[in-house]
DNA sequence: GTAGGGTTAG
């Protein structure tokens, strides 16, 4: 076949069909791929424009990769196939590889349009700072900027907008290249200058009057024009003169409305939205998919529930032609809407429905998940998915970290980046905060190292993470220091401190911080009664933490949930109130469940209180018959009172009915790798020398007065049948082996996932003095800091 | 081959 036809007849025929392809409404990618096929079985080698269109075509239908193949196999790209693919990069998300085929492109090939691609890239990507870096080089390479370049370079000066200057001076390069004329460019001018406004470093009501003027001034206004103004007072917080400005408009333009709209939903008033809504309809007004987007949104953000049901009754009502591009982003914003009102079955359900699909219906889904804490079908929704952004990864890192998957979720930020993904803010806030689950303070350090090398360091999630991270990796002043140098801080940040300091005994100033949070008038919630009730359980302070309970209701109308009536009976079984806390159980307005029984089960272990222990362990049993936190605790109890035949009970019972108790483990960060250590630990390669140091340590511990304490041998029941003093806790192995790997004076961190046993307790005191460090430990509930031979928890835990 | 506003997402 090849011989016989002529082939510019052929490649003439196969561009035009691509062309077609692409000129559809919507664009036919799919078609142009079976095309591409049918070329490559009949041995036609696409060239020049062919194969740059083809280019597009993988780029635009989320095939980048093989875009990438097609491109490499060219010797010599042109011009427009670098354009493209950097462009394809961008909207990827995917900045270094734009980056990469920017900078492999010779001067001499460059145009501006390439130009203008790169600059729209950085500017897609929030690099507002790089785009206008780029805009100067071009010019100093005499490059002409056109009305593309502007519009572009306006986009990323309205990303940064901190300074009038540069507003003016760009005004004045538009104004000397001639394009000062072109309405695109004249909005984007005006957009620049009305979000210079806003910020707080400009004169607001200069750059409005500058804004105001252009628009008078203007040859020629679209739609856009009158939206930006409008959509620019709701930014400066002027509703009022943005009402007015779309009151005055002789046409009643749709768009104009939907912006006023958005502008009500952004600053919170929703019943001025939805009455902007019904007057629409009255009035005749075009209602397109922002309108209903819009208010969608609105409902979904302030938990309407019931109008956004009537607002999907009505546009099922009214759009009988349900074009596919046309409900995508209503389908989405519905999405939203079912999820964010914890619907997130229904929710699935549209999403299933949805003849078109884009990133965004699918990060919806995600976030569906990963909201509701459902992880398992978040990781198998995150492997379905078709293509993944930016937003896409953070969502997963961050739901596996909140999980506590921590290991995963560094696993998933460091393929994130292997990508070409380079991770914003919030996804190094998930990258830092599995440090925290870890415990890995090395990698947490280096991760806020990049955090500042990469200007991600005044960012406000990635704070309050950092707060998180040195604070549950034991570094109590780190997180200090985190939380007076950040730039703004919010109530997450507040709250995350005032953990920290409660989690390391240091209840007291736990204490003093929320005091200043209040004199600082930023408004207490339910996570901070929670932090603060468990600070002063950690210290004892029961008077102080009865008066915080008390005002929670009375001062800042948060009804308590079982959760801090948890915290409360644990701060009163602490301090030994326990029949304090049993009236507090008959006053609660609910039945209580097993947060409220576990608390009191650990009070009457501390204070021996048998009759109580066993009443609290038996409701355990009912409410969570698998749980084996509650027989080791029980058991533990019987054993302290020599109840060895009750000991054997619990135990039975628990085989019975097949309940394994979780193995403790320990771990500890040497070097940046982690350790991990279990019960009579054969699988470290170094353990023989932590066991034989161990035993050195044990001989001076005992000549200061250590006894071993054989009672807590059935901590670890699976290993009953050991003698007691040969079976050796993860804690001892990790923490030993700390002190021997760690530099000279440096403080041992070590992690268990349980509760530490008190013969490890009684130990690490000693420990601490043999040896003259500093060690801590951070079990499954708090900190406990050994120095000198006394721990910061008082012996009380 | 490249853009500017309104919407959907942490």
Request: net charge neutral; proline share 3%; glycine share 8%.
């Amino acid at each position: 076949m090849k011989n016989t036809l002529d082939f510019g007849a052929v490649a003439n025929r196969y561009a035009s069909l691509l062309e077609l392809c692409c000129s559809r409404r919507p664009p036919s990618y799919s078609l142009a791929r079976t095309i591409h096929a049918h070329m490559i079985a009949y041995g036609f080698r696409a060239r020049g424009h062919i194969l740059n269109r083809l280019i597009d075509i993988y780029c635009k239908s989320s095939n980048i990769t093989y875009a990438r193949h097609l491109f490499e196999k060219i010797a010599e790209p042109d011009i427009v196939a670098r354009t493209t693919l950097i462009a394809a990069y961008s909207a990827a998300g995917n900045l270094r590889l734009a980056r990469e085929v920017f900078a492999g492109t010779p001067l001499s090939l460059r145009d501006t349009v390439f130009y203008n691609a790169m600059i729209t890239g950085y500017s897609h990507n929030n690099d507002g700072h790089a785009a206008i870096e780029l805009f100067r080089d071009m010019r100093r390479e005499d490059f002409r900027p056109d009305n593309f370049t502007f519009t572009s370079v306006l986009g990323a000066l309205a990303l940064i907008a901190d300074e009038e200057k540069q507003c003016q001076q760009i005004h004045g390069d538009v104004l000397k290249s001639g394009t000062g004329f072109v309405t695109s460019v004249l909005n984007a001018l005006i957009s620049a200058y009305v979000k210079c406004a806003s910020s707080p470093l400009t004169s607001s009501s200069s750059l409005m009057g500058a804004a105001k003027k252009l628009f008078e001034e203007m040859p020629k206004r679209d739609e856009l024009t009158w939206t930006t103004m409008i959509t620019g007072y709701v930014r400066n917080d002027d509703l009022a003169a943005a009402r007015e400005f779309l009151d005055g408009m002789t046409e009643k333009l749709g768009v104009a409305w939907n912006a006023m709209i958005s502008g009500y939903v952004h600053r919170g008033f929703i019943q001025e939205a939805l009455e902007m809504f019904r007057k629409m309809q009255l009035m005749g007004i075009q209602l397109d998919e922002f309108t209903y987007t819009s208010v969608l949104s609105a409902c979904a953000d302030a938990g309407l529930f019931k109008h956004g049901k009537q607002v999907h009754a009505y546009i099922l009502r009214t759009e009988g032609r349900p074009v596919p591009e046309f409900m995508l982003s209503v389908n989405n914003a519905l999405v939203t809407l079912y999820w964010k009102c914890g619907k997130v079955d229904e929710a699935r359900e549209i999403f299933n429905k949805m003849s078109i699909r884009d990133i965004v219906s699918w990060n919806a889904i995600l976030s569906a998940y990963v909201n509701a804490c459902r992880i398992e079908e978040a990781k198998s929704f995150f492997k379905e998915m078709p293509e993944r952004n930016l937003l896409t990864w953070t969502l997963m890192i961050s739901g596996l970290s909140q999980n506590g998957f921590g290991e995963e979720g560094l696993k998933l930020f460091n393929q994130m980046r292997m990508e070409g993904f380079e991770p914003c803010d919030y996804a190094f806030a998930g990258a830092i905060i599995s440090c925290a689950v870890l415990g890995a303070l090395e990698h947490g350090r280096q991760l806020h190292a990049q955090l500042v090398q990469l200007g991600h360091d005044s960012s406000l999630s990635a704070g309050n993470a950092l707060i998180t991270m040195y604070a549950r990796c034991g570094v109590v002043e780190g997180a200090n220091c985190v939380f007076l140098t950040m730039p703004y801080v919010d109530s997450v940040s507040w709250n995350a401190m005032i953990a920290a300091l409660g989690q390391h005994g240091h209840g007291l100033q736990a204490v003093e911080l929320f005091e200043q949070m209040l004199k600082e008038d930023i408004i207490p919630d339910r996570i901070t009664f929670l932090t603060v009730l468990s600070a002063c359980s950690h210290a004892g302070l029961v008077k102080k933490g009865r008066q915080y309970f008390d005002s929670m209701c009375d001062f800042y109308a948060i009804t308590p949930g079982e959760d801090h009536y948890a915290r409360l009976i644990d701060l009163l079984c602490r301090a030994g109130k326990l029949s304090e806390a049993k009236e507090v159980i008959k006053s609660m307005p609910f039945e209580p469940g097993a947060s409220i029984w576990e608390a009191l089960l650990a009070g009457s272990r501390i204070h021996g209180n048998m009759e109580l222990g066993i009443q609290a362990a038996e409701k355990l049993f009912e409410l969570m018959p698998q749980h084996d936190g509650t027989y080791v605790l029980l058991s533990n109890m019987y054993a302290t009172a020599g109840r060895w035949n009750d000991v054997a009970k619990v135990r039975k019972s628990m085989r019975d009915r097949g309940i394994k108790k979780e193995p403790g483990c320990s771990w500890v960060e040497v070097e940046n790798k982690v350790h991990v250590f279990l019960v009579d630990d054969t699988v470290h390669p170094e353990v023989q020398a932590v066991y034989n140091y161990l035993e050195q340590l044990v001989l001076e511990m005992r000549k200061l007065g250590y006894v071993p304490d054989t009672k807590f041998v059935l901590h670890d029941m699976d290993y009953e049948h050991k003698e007691s003093v040969l079976s050796t806790h993860s804690e001892k192995l990790a923490v030993v082996f700390g002190i021997m790997k760690l530099p000279l004076g440096a403080t041992i961190r070590v992690f268990k996932n349980l509760r530490t046993c008190g013969d490890c307790h009684n130990a690490f005191k000693f420990m601490s003095k043999v040896v003259g460090r500093e060690i801590v430990v951070r079990d499954g509930k708090r900190f406990h800091h050994f120095r000198n031979g006394e721990c910061s928890c008082g012996n009380y835990w």
